[in-house]
């Protein structure tokens, strides 16, 4: 059932699938589950080589916004920083604003 409710489809529908079609779907969908939420890595993986994997460091935008806007913020237990899609409008109005202060630093 969990994997009818990935695929947001009844079970019924699931089992009027092939036979190899849903077998491939469940493989994968073990597959999918077995990997770390966090790295992405499956423990077999680790096992299979040891030195499969190294690390890299990628700056994300978003990320590092949501990591700003948390800076120096006591914030209830729970709560996240999403980012949330912004108007044309909101967009003109942030515009002006930035160079509104650009402006004022040119000016001191």
Known sequence: MALCEDYKI???VFLSWEAEDRAKALAYFIEKNDRCTL??????EWEEDRYA???E???CQGC?????????HDRLPGTTVELVK???QQKAQ??????ERA???KEE
Not at 64 to 72: D, F, I, V
Request: hydrophobic share 20%.
């Open 64 to 72: 590092y916004t949501k990591h700003r806007a948390s800076e120096g």
């Open 103 to 105: 402006r004022k630093r």
């Open 53 to 55: 994997y190294s690390t």
């Open 10 to 12: 009844p079970h019924s």
């Open 39 to 44: 790295c992405g890595t499956a423990s077999w």
């Open 86 to 88: 912004l108007t044309l």
């Open 57 to 59: 460091e990628k700056f």
């Open 94 to 99: 942030l515009q002006l604003k930035e160079q």
